[in-house]
T-cell receptor, first 114, second 113 residues
């Protein structure tokens, strides 16, 4: 079975600074997808960024980027120029192409301090 | 309807009662999912459906059943609710399974007493 581990239950960052959230996973599969989802206090789940395992290049979406290390099975999220609206719970997730296995980590609660 | 909706928003239920959580999407997505979110455990997949007429079990399917009679609706049924099913339930959909973004509903907070 696949597992996803987020070892930082809580983190905080000063506004405008950079923060990195860690995620590791365990799988014997070679082809899979990785995601970061954000859940603000409104409870709505929002996709932040995604990565295909066969792509070497790290994904980037505006202020959000990932450091994907396939051999180390690591998928960290970097948030640059942190904004107050980034305060949320962040979940790392893993999915197989078959779609029948989608695993979330336990989440990291990020607080951006003014 | 715009996106994905869930009903009810919240519910308090006596143990042993039957309950159906409703989920409807208007995006013509093929794949739909049900998750439960518990404090400290993140989201766990209960059941999924790759396309209308098909369903499959996720990580924690026991005590739950689903049906997918058409593209838009994906109800989740608790046949005989137990207190351990107290949770927040999220329905989600995506165009297809795999790399496609999942769109989540607003969630249903269920309390089983």
């Amino acid at each position: 079975a696949q597992t996803v581990t987020q070892s930082q239950p809580e983190m905080s960052v000063q506004e405008a600074e950079t923060v990195t959230l860690s995620c590791t996973y365990d799988t014997s599969e070679n082809n899979y997808y990785l995601f970061w989802y954000k859940q603000p206090p409104s409870r709505q789940m929002i996709l932040v960024i995604r990565q295909e395992a066969y792509k070497q290049q790290n994904a980037t979406e505006n202020r959000f980027s990932v450091n994907f290390q396939k051999a180390a099975k690591s998928f960290s999220l970097k948030i640059s120029d942190s904004q107050l609206g980034d305060t949320a719970m962040y979940f790392c997730a893993f999915m197989l192409p078959t779609g029948n296995q989608f695993y979330f980590g336990t989440g990291t609660s990020l607080t951006v301090i003014p | 309807i715009a996106g994905i909706t869930q009903a009810p928003t919240s519910q308090i239920l006596a143990a042993g009662r039957r309950m159906t959580l409703r989920c409807t999407q208007d995006m013509r997505h093929n794949a739909m999912y049900w998750y439960r979110q518990d404090l400290g455990l993140g989201l766990r997949l209960i059941h999924y459906s790759n396309t209308a007429g098909t369903t499959g079990k996720g990580e924690v399917p026991d005590g739950y059943s689903v049906s997918r009679a058409n593209t838009d609706d994906f109800p989740l049924t608790l046949a005989s609710a137990v207190p351990s099913q107290t949770s927040v339930y999220f329905c989600a959909s995506s165009l297809w399974t795999g790399y496609h973004e999942q769109f989540f509903g607003p969630g249903t907070r269920l309390t089983v007493l």
